[in-house]
């Protein structure tokens, strides 16, 4: 991590008439950053995007890149490459006339710019395909185009807005670990918008995650996942049991009418309404003593086969009319010889509890 960040986004506000769509939203980049803005439709990702780009200028606020107060520059002056989900390809240009486009009037000569392009195509797989239009070039290979045509003028920071999702699942896979490669090739800071989590996941070094015009939580995307800092967070990143729970004292919580869990409550005030949260993947179906603390016998009520793994519907009587869902793989359900009114030791290990207040 550099000292200076390469991008400052400070105190930004943005409204649209009485319309408030970023709150006070600050943000630090480090050069070689790949950083995602995730959340849901709505949330502000795309307006603060737009706002870095100069796009859509804040109400209130400063954003500098490289050092230099960019607030009120416009996008014409600002130093950024930018590719949009729509691919925004001028149709009547060949590839190689697209690439080009953004380097022309720059003093450079032509062979210069015939190399670049070259280049360029090369880097994305696309040499061979220069002399075509837009129009005979599938989605994936239009989206590589738009993305050379960005990295063309060398810019310090690239914005992707949504650049996978109007292509089909295999092509947005392959194609996320081709733009996450390429970034790491050539070093260029990084902004995406998407809403996708399993995006976000695969490709960011950082996660921004936003929910009605403010960040909710910025992390590694291990520590947004394994350790989400508000309830909204941990709903939205991947599946997530939410329980009624009251705090009993510190480091320990009552759920349904006889569980007893230790786990970490912040200090929180006792006795205390709350909500316990546990991923699918972290309850443990156990030959362990049921009698111990984040332990109960279970039943499982329900199995749902998905291919790799089962979900198992689980209740008991210790947690009440409280389900909980877990994923347990095909080995395990097979070694267990699990299935519906099955009775198992469950455990709800401590680490992977969170407590978080009641709304």
Same mark, same amino acid.
């Given at each position: 991590m550099s000292e200076q960040p390469y991008l400052r986004v400070a105190n930004v506000t943005k409204r649209f008439g009485n319309f408030t769509a970023l709150r006070d939203v600050s943000l630090d980049v480090d050069r070689g950053e790949f950083v995602c803005f995730l959340g849901p439709s709505g949330c502000g990702k795309t307006t603060l995007l737009r706002a870095i780009a100069g796009l859509d200028i804040q109400s209130e606020g400063t954003i500098h890149q &490289? &050092?230099? !107060?960019?607030?009120? =520059? /416009?996008?014409?002056?600002? !130093?950024f490459g930018i590719v949009f989900q729509?691919?925004?390809?001028?149709p009547n240009l060949t590839i190689n006339e697209n690439v080009a486009y953004g380097l022309h &009037?720059?003093? =450079?000569?032509?062979q210069d710019i015939r190399d670049r392009v070259r280049s360029l195509l090369d880097t994305v797989g696309l040499a061979d395909q220069g002399d075509?239009? /837009?129009?005979? =070039?599938?989605g994936g290979q239009q989206q590589r185009v738009a993305l050379s045509r960005a990295? $063309? #003028?060398? /810019? &310090?920071?690239l914005l992707l807005d949504e650049p996978l999702s109007a292509l089909d699942a295999k092509v947005r896979q392959h194609l996320r670990l081709e733009i996450k490669a390429l970034q790491r090739r050539l070093g260029v800071t990084t902004i995406m918008v998407t809403h996708d989590q399993e995006e976000a996941l695969a490709m960011a070094d950082r996660i921004v995650v936003m929910n009605v015009g403010v960040i909710e939580q910025v992390g590694t995307p291990h520590e *947004?996942?394994?350790? /989400? $800092?508000t309830a909204f967070v941990a709903d939205f990143i991947g599946e997530m049991n939410f329980v009624p729970a009251d705090i009993v004292a510190r480091g320990e919580i009552r759920v349904g009418p006889d569980l007893c869990c230790a786990?970490? #409550? !912040?200090?929180a005030a006792t006795p205390a309404a709350a909500t316990m949260a546990i991923r699918l993947e972290d309850i443990v179906l156990?030959?362990?003593?049921?009698? !111990?603390?984040?332990?109960? *016998?279970?039943?499982?009520?329900d199995l749902e086969f998905l291919g790799s793994f089962v979900r198992a519907y689980v209740g008991g009587e210790a947690i009440g009319e409280v389900t909980l869902r877990a994923d347990i793989s095909a080995n395990l359900m097979r070694r267990l010889n699990l299935d519906i009114g099955t009775k198992i030791p469950v455990a709800l290990p401590a680490n992977r509890l969170h407590v978080y207040p009641k709304d």
């Open positions: &490289g &050092g230099k !107060d960019i607030s009120a =520059l /416009p996008a014409s002056e600002r !130093d729509s691919y925004a390809l001028f &009037g720059r003093g =450079l000569k032509r075509k239009y /837009p129009a005979q =070039l599938s990295l $063309a #003028t060398e /810019p &310090g920071l *947004v996942y394994s350790r /989400p $800092a786990c970490e #409550t !912040d200090g156990t030959e362990a003593d049921a009698q !111990d603390k984040n332990h109960f *016998v279970g039943e499982i009520r």
